[in-house]
């Protein structure tokens, strides 16, 4: 049943309506729903807690890049002296073995045909500065 002296009409005059001292309140902002301050006096509890809270939300690329498998041009220059050694120029199929880009970390003295479906300009130069060849589903 409704009833004229609520806790606030009761309160009214008094310094600070029964919410305690002035001081313990300050700064504290909204509680819940807002998060107030955080570019000013929350500005610690963000560096600490929420380190992406301002970062703006980007589409991700739809190529999961953890799961691409890629080799260098060392690996690949262990690669060819196992399998080419001795032999006339034999292609490697790289896309058979398991991978999906060639990277030019590295350096190659064999001439080397490499099928691959995907190379980086780098390994490129350097395969056909060695006298090999890159074969992509792309050139």
């Keep these: ?6 806790k ?3 309160k ?15 700064k504290s902002g909204s509680k819940g729903r807002r998060k107030v301050g955080r570019h000013k006096h929350g500005w610690s509890y963000v560096l600490r807690y929420e380190p992406d809270y301002f970062k703006k939300k980007r589409l991700k690329s739809r190529i999961n890049k953890s799961n691409i498998r ?7 220059e262990e690669l060819a002296f196992q399998r080419v050694a001795g032999k006339a120029k034999e292609i490697l199929d790289l896309e058979k073995m398991g991978y999906d880009k060639l990277l030019g970390t590295g350096k190659l003295s064999l001439p080397v045909i490499v099928k691959v479906s995907a190379c980086s300009q780098r390994a490129r130069e350097r395969i056909e500065a060695a006298g090999g060849k890159v074969l992509t589903s792309h050139s």
């Design 1 to 6: 049943m409704p009833h004229k002296l609520r």
């Design 8 to 10: 606030i009409r009761k």
């Design 12 to 26: 009214r005059g008094s310094r600070t309506q029964g919410y305690g001292r002035v001081g313990q309140h300050r």
């Design 70 to 76: 890629i080799i260098n041009l060392k690996e690949l």
